[in-house]
């Protein structure tokens, strides 16, 4: 083994550590000093670390810290910190047992394996300034040139703040989403206890205009209209607190766009005509027949812009157009609708806020044109949350055009069938249901038959409603108000059609179509199944479809849902 030359050693480390000797002559100082110099170099950059950083032997006995270690036990020289052991710093400190054990713990096993522990968030432990802090430990083990364990370095964080910041924010987040549930919860109720007597208003006024000569039919008819525009012109408010209160997430399907545009059509076919203009649809057969995206989203976008342009527009004609973007891929279709019409127009000045909520240009004081001024800022939401957008291009007095671009995925799925019942309220305008057909089928034999309904309806106004207009077209109804009665009276093929509450007070709707669905397994029979509801969800919709249930109708139940209904199934 090489001789160690201690003087060549120490010329060689008083050379290498030339900055810290100073301007003393190296040659003159004796080694011991140059190593103490060395020595107290080293532990000056320790001290002065951030955080608490200390090391303590083998035994877990301590050997050294920095300045914060000292400050918080509040000792004046590093001699009073060597040698403590884990329960002495436990005790000095006033830690709680907790705090001492897993301080314990976790240095002797980074001593036993030899691996560090990192990112440990210790139990609190008191400052002696009287701060409980909070601290973020890493071990790590300390090895002699052979590999041997020979100790341990800790370094702590104080991070006494950001769990004072987490805890606040956790607060006022829980604070906020208790007022934003009450705040819903207010709305639900609120929303049940105005619709439901403003749906019996409607219905009774419906019921009315059957009954009453030429004389009232009118009053009847008007007490229907305004009960009617009262109740959308709620609905809309409630969507717009659903849409400021909750992530809008659009849920997503196969459609065939032609389908859809032919709905919208036959939709405003009758009004178009009524005002005596012309309605022209350009569609781009470029586009591919099926494509995947939120249906419900764009029927609602061009439900709106093309009630406004009827609405607006009182000579000349109205157009829709369709067609592939350019820029289209073979997986992605970017699709322009333009709805365009030769109506009032917009003045250039107020284009900028038609898509605010509220807006109206003609006062409805003015009494010209109905409306509530929601309608563009809700579907301008839609389109957002679909990654489109919407523009508006328009001349005051020679009309306006809205340029709505959306991006679809483009769907290999061919087999879509169009929708049947497509111009009731009915959420399932598009869904294939293999049921829905076969009862249908089945159902054909029961032509020109009295049809014999299960009525299941809490509310006895709406029971009273539902139960006339169902009798005034010929069924016969059994009426019950509540799901345990519904399940007493059912028995397979006993009824040929079934209008069901989902919000009943004991068993609800949704459990009561299983309920029926079980009761008829293993049996031919499947009647029809139809959900009466006020809140209707995509979710909610999906959920009722896969309890059985055939169709969703949004309440109130008006005559003619219930006559296309009974028509549908052919009672
Ligand atoms: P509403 O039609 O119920 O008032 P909207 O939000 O749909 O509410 O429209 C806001 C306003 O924008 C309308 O009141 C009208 O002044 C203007 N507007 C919308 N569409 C047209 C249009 N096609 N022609 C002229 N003005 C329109």
Redesign the pocket.
Known sequence: MEELNLDSLIATLSHQYRHIIGEQDETKLSSEKIIEYIVSYYEDILSCMPGNVYWLDKNGVAVGCNRNVLDMFGFKSLMKFKGLKFEEMGRIGNWSPEAIKGFKNDTLEVIETGKSKLNIEEPPIPHRDGRIIFFLTSRVPLFDPTGNVIGVVGISIDITELKNTQAALKKSKEQAEAASLSKSEFVANMSHDVKTPLSGIIGIAELLTYRLNEENLEFAQSLMMSGQKLLNFFDNCLEIFKLENSDIAMVTEHFNLKYLLNEIHDLFQPAIKTKKLAFQIHYDHRIPDYLIGSRAGIYRVLL??V???V???HIGFIKISVSLNEKSTQSKALITFI?E?T????AKN?QHI??DRF????PSYKGT???????????HTFVQSMRGEIHVN?EEGK??Q?IVHLPFEISLVNEISPTKLNDLTTINENSENKNHERSRNKKIDALKKTARILLVEDNLTAQLIENALLSSLNCQVDPVDSGEKALEMFSPGKYDLVFLDIGLPGIQGDMVAKLIRKMEHDTEQHVPIIALTAHTSDDANKHYLSMGIENILKKPLSREQAKKIVDYYSL
């Open positions: 709106n812009l009630g406004n342009a609405k607006f527009t709805v019409d109506g009032i127009g917009i107020k038609i898509f807006t109206r240009l003609i044109y109905e409306g509530s001024g929601i309608g563009l800022y809700i579907i328009s009309g306006s809205f």
